[in-house]
């Protein structure tokens, strides 16, 4: 199932290659739509150029809004006990909030955007409401 969601880091990502895939996770949490004090956490995969892209520009805190594949795992923890998680396979990860570069102001999502052939990053800052649940 397809899904477009919007959340912010609640860890580091982590950077790996296999072979000749490369891939970055992280975890997001979302808001809830039914019960805003309870954010929904998932975690979130990416691959490719857009990995690296991830790993190097994003960081704990980070907004993001991901589009991708939703996928939910059942398994058994340790005690026992049922669980279950939710996966995404990305498609697509939009920065939403800007981090500062080190060089004339330029920020690392605006170079990131320009290695995407995208022009300029700052005309798609602040539409997170368009993808609002």
Request: hydrophobic content about 30%.
């Amino acid at each position: 199932m397809k899904v477009k969601e919007i959340g912010n880091l609640t860890t580091e990502p982590t950077y790996g290659e296999k072979g000749d895939i490369k891939y970055c996770n992280f975890n997001l949490a979302i808001n809830n739509s039914f019960n805003r004090d309870k954010p929904e956490f998932v975690r979130v995969s990416v691959y490719g150029k857009q990995a690296e892209d991830c790993s190097q520009y994003l960081q704990l805190g980070s907004q993001v809004c991901v589009e991708g594949n939703i996928k939910a795992n059942a398994f058994i923890d340790k005690d026992g006990n049922a669980q279950a998680s939710l996966n995404i396979s990305a498609t697509q990860v939009q920065f939403l909030n800007r981090i500062k570069g080190k060089d004339k102001g330029t920020s690392n999502i605006d170079k990131a955007m320009e290695n995407h052939g995208a022009k300029s990053y700052q005309s798609k800052t602040n539409q997170g409401n368009q993808y609002s649940r």
